[in-house]
């Protein structure tokens, strides 16, 4: 949590992952990995941030992926069928 988006985005041009667990104990989770133990409940996960997340927070614009697409497609069927 302490990290600021740009050290998050350098932590993701190294290559290693395109996808960063927020929790208050980053430590505490990797001992867990580690020691392939259960994440203790303080240090449980309360989100995720991803590389996309982080680009359309710098552009300040909203990117329109294949999910996002397919998610538009369900809310306008659903709205096309509720009138």
Do not use: C, Y
């Not at 050290?7 to 001992?31: K, M, Y």
Request: net charge negative; no cysteine.
């Amino acid at each position: 949590p302490t990290d600021n988006l740009l050290d998050t985005l350098n932590h993701f041009q190294t290559g290693r992952s395109h996808l960063a667990l927020v929790t208050a104990d980053p430590d505490a989770v990797e001992r867990a990995w580690e020691t392939d133990s259960k994440i203790p409940e303080h240090a449980e996960p309360s989100g995720f941030l991803t590389l996309e997340d982080i680009i359309e927070e710098v552009l300040q614009e909203w990117m329109l992926d294949e999910h996002s697409r397919q998610h538009m497609v369900h809310v306008l069927q659903k709205a096309a069928k509720a009138t």
